[in-house]
C-alpha cells in the first residue's frame, strides 16, 4: 500500500509538471484529488487493511494528498500569473502610436442658415414658434383668402395627402401659421416659424420639393408698411453686410394687400449685373405685404383697429446668395465634398 501511494504520488506529480494550462490543470485535479480520483480511491482502501498497518497507511495517504493539494495550488498560481501575463501582453496598448482623426459632425449650411435668420428676429424681439407640415386646406388656402376656385392656388402645387381638394395637405408654405397664431392670440404679436414646405416642382437649380421657408408676421395697432420695409431692412442688413442695398417691388398674395416682394444687391456683381443676377444685379429674398383684413377678420380681429405685416423667406435662396451657391440641389444631395466646405 505504502508503495502505491508513493508511485501515485510521484506519476501525479510527474503529470502535473507537464501540465501547460488551466484547463489541463483542472483536469488532473479531478484524476488525483477529485471525489472520484485515484488517490481518494486508495484513501478509501485504507480502511480494508489489517488494523496494524492501518495508521502508517492512512499517514502516508494523508501527506501524499496534502503534498498534491499544495504541489497543485502551486501550479495554479504560476498558470494564473503566466495567463495574465499572456492577456496584458495581447491587449498592450502602444501609446507612442499616432492618434486616428476622430470624423467630426457639423451644422448643415440650412441649419446655419436658420440659426442666423432667428437669432436676427429674436434680437429684434420676435418669437420663435412652430407648426404642422400636414396641414388641412383650411388654414394652406382657405383661410389666407384663397378659396378652392381661386386661380392663385396654381402658385402653389400642391402634394394632397387625401388626393382631394379640401382636405389635408402637405403645407406649400409656411403661412398658414399665421392664421393659426392669430386664432390663439391676441395681439401684439410678433412671431416667426421656420419650418419645411413640400410643392410638386419640376426642381431645378432654385427650385426643390422641400425647402424650407421662415415665415414672420407682426400684428398690434398701427402697424404700417414702414415698419415693415424697416424690420426686413435691418434683416437684409444684418444678413448680408452694411452696405447691401435692398429694395421693395409690388407683388400679389392673396393673402396680404399689398403685397411686395424683397430682393437684395447681388452678392457676386454688386448690383452691376451678372450671370447669377440674370443681369438684373438684384436677388429676390422673399414675400411680404401688409396682413389682409380678410385674413384678420377670419381669425376675428378687428381690422378696423389692428394691422400687421407678414413675410416668407426661403433658407436655401438666403444660403445661396450668402455663399455663392449656383444650385440649391446641393444642399440637400448629401455630398460630403460639398457639406465639408462649410466647416
Ligand atoms: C410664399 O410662399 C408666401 N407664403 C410668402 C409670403 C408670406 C408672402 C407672407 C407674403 C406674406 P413664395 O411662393 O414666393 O411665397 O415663396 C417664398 C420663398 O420661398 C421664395 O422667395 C423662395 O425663397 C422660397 N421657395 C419657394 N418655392 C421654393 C422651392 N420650390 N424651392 C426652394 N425655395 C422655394
Given at each position: ?19 501547460a494550462d488551466l484547463?489541463?490543470l ?47 495550488g502551486e501550479k495554479q498560481r504560476e498558470l494564473q500569473e503566466k495567463s495574465l501575463a499572456q492577456a496584458l501582453q ?254
Open positions: 500500500m505504502l508503495e502505491e501511494i508513493g508511485q501515485l504520488k510521484e506519476e501525479a506529480l510527474r503529470e502535473l509538471s507537464c501540465v484547463v489541463g483542472e483536469n488532473w485535479r479531478i484524476s488525483y484529488l477529485g471525489k472520484k480520483g485515484a488517490l481518494i480511491q486508495l484513501v478509501r482502501g485504507v480502511g480494508s487493511l489489517p488494523p496494524e498497518q492501518r495508521p502508517l497507511a492512512g499517514q502516508a495517504a494523508n501527506e501524499a494528498k496534502l503534498a498534491l493539494e499544495s504541489a497543485w495581447a491587449e498592450r496598448i502602444d501609446v507612442t502610436l499616432p492618434g486616428r482623426q476622430p470624423i467630426l459632425g457639423q451644422v448643415h449650411p440650412i441649419t446655419r442658415v436658420l440659426r442666423e435668420i432667428t437669432d436676427i428676429f429674436v434680437a429684434l424681439g420676435f418669437r420663435v414658434v412652430e407648426g404642422p407640415e400636414v396641414e388641412w386646406d383650411r388654414y394652406n388656402f382657405e383661410m389666407l383668402n384663397i378659396p378652392a376656385d381661386h386661380p392663385a392656388r396654381d402658385m402653389w402645387d400642391t402634394f394632397y395627402i387625401s388626393g382631394r381638394v379640401g382636405e389635408m395637405l402637405l403645407r406649400t408654405h409656411t403661412s398658414p401659421n399665421q392664421v393659426r397664431i392669430m386664432e390663439k392670440n391676441q395681439p401684439p404679436i410678433r412671431v416667426i416659424v421656420p419650418g419645411k414646405c413640400y410643392r410638386y416642382e419640376a426642381v431645378d437649380a432654385t427650385h426643390e420639393a422641400m425647402f424650407y421657408q421662415v415665415e414672420g408676421l407682426a400684428v398690434d395697432e398701427g402697424i404700417t408698411m414702414g415698419d415693415l420695409k424697416g424690420v426686413l431692412t435691418i434683416f437684409a442688413k444684418a444678413m448680408y453686410g452694411k452696405e447691401r442695398k435692398v429694395r421693395f417691388r409690388c407683388d400679389y398674395f392673396p393673402f396680404v394687400e399689398p403685397g411686395v416682394e424683397m430682393s437684395v444687391e447681388c452678392y457676386a456683381c454688386k448690383g452691376a449685373g451678372c450671370r447669377i443676377c440674370k443681369n438684373t444685379g438684384w436677388l429676390e429674398l422673399m414675400g411680404a405685404g401688409m396682413v389682409h383684413p380678410r385674413v384678420l377678420e377670419g381669425v376675428g380681429y378687428d381690422s378696423t383697429r389692428y394691422t400687421g405685416f407678414a413675410f416668407g423667406m426661403g433658407p436655401e435662396r438666403i444660403a445661396m446668395q450668402k455663399y455663392g451657391i449656383e444650385d440649391l440641389r446641393y444642399f440637400y444631395a448629401n455630398d460630403l465634398r460639398f457639406l465639408r466646405q462649410f466647416r
